[in-house]
């Protein structure tokens, strides 16, 4: 069974940065655009962005802020945030996506099964 486990939440003061981690297991991640989301407390989720397979192509919804990169030799994909701001508080996800990043724009992943995500706060 193919799982994308999310990690490197936590609680953060504005303006500052968090790293999160995207591992895959049951799968060799190289072979997946990898797209992240969010959801807010009472909000839908939405796509942050997205890195294809190769990471020759990224999707941002604000390249300034969110920064997508993976490293295929450790299985991992990465979301570098930065200038974070109380509104960026919510749950991260990871998940698979197709080399466009038309899931991560589209917010919506068929078929997919959520894990917990990992959980982000900006508060001072």
């Known amino acids: 069974q193919v799982q994308f486990v999310e990690s490197g939440g936590g609680l953060v003061q504005p303006g500052g940065s968090l790293r999160l981690s995207c591992v895959a297991s049951g799968v060799a991640l190289d072979a997946y655009a990898v797209a992240w989301f969010r959801q807010a407390p009472g909000k839908e989720r939405e796509g942050l962005g997205c890195?294809?397979?190769?990471?020759?192509y990224r999707y941002s919804i604000n390249a300034g802020r969110f920064i997508f990169s993976r490293d295929n030799t450790k299985n991992t994909v990465y979301l570098q945030m930065n200038g974070l701001r109380p509104e960026d508080t919510g749950i991260y996800y990871c998940?698979?996506?197709?080399?466009?990043?038309?899931?991560?724009?589209?917010?919506?992943?068929?078929?997919?099964?959520w894990g917990q995500g990992t959980q982000v706060t900006v508060s001072s």
């Open positions: 998940a698979p996506d197709v080399d466009d990043c038309t899931y991560a724009r589209r917010s919506y992943v068929p078929g997919h099964a």
């Open positions: 890195i294809s397979s190769k990471g020759g």
